[in-house]
């Protein structure tokens, strides 16, 4: 045994198998996460010619996540640190591409502050020192003054405040008092946007008020600052909506709503946006025309007076804008923007399609859609110059976590500048994934991928292992999936499908599971194991599932109603829908989810609560939660552990202290660890017959 660096006691690391045909390599393994390397928020400047971006690492002795603003040539120059500090993140280009904003922690545990670096050279110098600390910077169009969004409150804050010993009791008066991964909600504290000169000053706070602000950008002409927010006053209910806004920059003092001018009205809820020249605004929403468990994201065009006349872009396209694939390999710290550009003629623009994601073209005249590369991309976050030709972008795939990409729309050349995991992935003998699509229930065509273990011999099929995504509206694809390849070097077959209600496909494939989740998309899962075996790829006598949220749901679902796995592990999960209506930070469940309340309709509720079958469950089950998780909190998990324990059946909980419902794609490293450990240790104690006495089963 050793220490991780929380201080934690771990396994030794586990041994990943040699791949044959791969001398000299090994296989993946957990502790493969700590050396890994992502690239944030790709920023190109409006030229064009550089490119700067947020490295992201681990610090495995201290157990963090560190961040640095970088710096890269579109001609291809090595890319080189630009900041000193360990906590920088959000670079910003000044209009003219001499100066950089960004985002500096000097702390741990407090918030961020604005900086402004001079490119010409110099030091970063700091605009602000609020308590409440800053983020998403934004230039005025004149390069003069920077608006940033700030949950600062100048009174309650001050520094002469005296804060009270213990943290005071809360005062509830909102169904929906919390947010995973953010912690309880205070209105005292919400973002709203403020402005200071971009030399120096003093900080103007120009909007207040219980409700958070977003995505602030500047006017073209630069008299307005545009922010999203959702001012409803009881919004808990009803489908997500929001506006796009506009405030003065000029105002002494911070308005309630009284001096705002909505510009866009979008009768949904706006995702990304952006303006071109002329004025006119681009954004991707969501539709909230009716109750749906999901509306697929559409892009569309606002022109004329305040607020402006909004029209669909590509109505017909049946896929959706803006999104992205699943991975565990996106990047845990500093962010990113979705990849939206619009000029005179057409908009550019992120869309997901079949598992990829990828960049795609839509004319404005006529509506006509066009993909400008191919698929077989992850597509996590990018930016356009000025004139909209030149991207910089993080793009993964199922080889690479997240490469630095230039993008060219104009010769359509796409270029890989830097791949920060080379180094370490030159060590590894990746699994061999290989797509495919099979038929299932009413004779419905599933797409699916399996990752082929280390010396796959199809005359002696391994063991096999399914994984089921959240959501459930996502979509597994070409991302890259560190724990897959983890299982796959230990001997196993991994198999993850795109079941139906999995987004990339279309409006009614992912809508299709309303009122019924769980349900059909079981079958789809179920199908998929039988195609697995059929072909050959896993033993039909030894396989496993495990899922996160949705997936963790639906893992329990399937040992409910299924004897076909021999181990199961349960994540993040939700057991008992009726609890989780009491519990969960959302409230979008009538008539979204299902068509009464628990109260009046109880049944409609305990018939797709997997802890309701609990005794139909015979195969060992390990349940896996975060004790912060407030999407689907701890309770869920609780229920079935219990529930199996007073029946007499093989289960143990594992619990993370301090983590939230992210706990595997952007938990604290060391945990990240152990959690694959955990689940690797189960699927060899049920699958491949190995010791695993400190589970007590």
Request: a negative charge; charged letters at 25%.
């Amino acid at each position: 045994m050793k220490a991780n660096g929380a201080g934690a006691a771990t396994a030794a690391p586990e041994t990943g198998a040699p791949s044959s045909g791969a001398r000299g390599k090994r296989g993946m393994v957990a502790e493969d996460l700590l050396r890994f390397v992502w690239i944030a928020d790709p920023q190109i400047s409006p030229d064009g010619l550089h490119i700067a971006f947020t490295k992201v690492w681990i610090d495995a002795e201290a157990d963090e996540y560190r961040t640095q603003i970088w710096l890269a040539g579109w001609e291809g120059e090595a890319p080189r640190a630009l900041t000193s500090g360990m906590m920088d993140r959000q670079p910003r280009w000044s209009p003219d591409g001499t100066r950089l904003a960004f985002v500096r922690g000097t702390e741990p545990k407090k918030p961020g502050q604005l900086f402004v670096l001079p490119m010409a050279g110099g030091e970063a110098a700091a605009l602000t020192t609020l308590e409440g600390g800053v983020s998403d910077p934004a230039w005025s169009p004149d390069g003069s003054r920077l608006a940033f969004l700030s949950p600062h409150h100048p009174t309650l804050d001050a520094p002469e405040r005296k804060k009270p010993k213990h943290e005071p009791a809360r005062v509830v008066t909102k169904p929906v008092f919390r947010l995973n991964d953010v912690g309880f909600f205070d209105d005292e504290h919400k973002n709203h946007l403020w402005v200071i000169g971009a030399e120096s000053g003093t900080p103007r706070a120009l909007t207040r008020g219980p409700f958070e602000d977003e995505q602030p950008r500047w006017s073209r002409d630069g008299r307005w600052i545009y922010f999203v927010a959702d001012r409803r006053e009881e919004p808990w209910f009803a489908p997500e909506e929001n506006k796009l806004y506009a405030v003065s920059p000029e105002l002494e003092a911070p308005t309630d709503g009284a001096e705002l001018k909505v510009v866009v009205e979008a009768k949904g809820a706006i995702a990304a946006w952006r303006e071109a020249e002329d004025g006119r605004i681009a954004f991707i929403a969501t539709p909230a025309l009716e109750p749906k468990t999901y509306q697929q994201p559409g892009l569309f065009l606002a022109t004329g007076e305040w607020p402006r006349a909004v029209q669909r872009l590509a109505a017909d396209y049946d896929f959706p804008f803006g999104e992205l694939i699943n991975s565990d390999q996106h990047p845990p710290r500093g962010g990113g923007e979705t990849p939206l550009a619009l000029n005179a003629r057409e908009v550019v623009v992120r869309v997901g399609r079949e598992g990829s994601s990828y960049l795609m073209r839509v004319e404005l005249a006529s509506g006509r859609v066009e993909d400008l590369h191919p698929q077989g991309l992850d597509l996590v976050a990018g930016t356009a110059s000025a004139d909209g030709r030149r991207w910089a972008l993080t793009a993964g795939s199922l080889t690479t976590p997240g490469d630095l990409t230039t993008f060219d729309t104009s010769s359509r050349a796409m270029r890989k500048r830097w791949g920060p995991n080379d180094a370490l992935l030159s060590e590894i003998a990746l699994s061999e994934v290989e797509e495919f699509w099979y038929p299932s229930l009413g004779g419905r065509k599933i797409q699916a991928w399996i990752v082929k273990p280390a010396g796959f011999d199809p005359a002696a099929p391994p063991p096999l292992v399914l994984e089921i995504h959240g959501g459930p509206h996502t979509a597994y694809g070409v991302g890259f999936f560190h724990e897959f390849h983890t299982l796959a070097a230990a001997g196993y077959a991994v198999l993850y499908t795109n079941p139906r209600g999995s987004t990339s496909y279309g409006q009614e494939f992912a809508d299709v599971i309303q009122y019924a989740f769980p349900g059909d998309d079981a079958q789809d899962l179920l199908a998929g194991v039988e195609a697995a075996v059929a072909r050959g790829w896993g033993d039909g006598t030894r396989v496993g599932v495990t899922g996160g949220s949705g997936g963790g749901l639906l893992t329990n679902w399937l040992v409910a109603i299924s004897n076909r796995f021999g181990a199961a592990i349960t994540q993040r999960c939700v057991s008992d829908w009726a609890a989780f209506y009491y519990s969960a930070d959302f409230t979008m469940f009538t008539p979204f989810w299902f068509k009464s309340s628990p109260w009046k309709s109880p049944e409609e509720y305990q018939a797709r609560s997997p802890v309701m079958f609990a005794e139909k469950i015979e195969t060992p089950l390990m349940v896996i939660h975060s004790e912060e998780d407030w999407r689907t909190p701890i309770g869920q998990g609780e229920a079935m552990f219990r529930a199996l324990k007073r029946l007499g059946k093989p289960t143990v909980m594992i619990r993370f202290p301090g983590e939230s419902h992210e706990l595997s794609r952007s938990g604290m490293p060391a945990r990240r660890v152990e959690n694959q450990q955990h689940i690797r240790r189960w699927l060899d104690r049920w699958l491949l017959g190995k010791s695993a006495p400190e589970y007590g089963v």
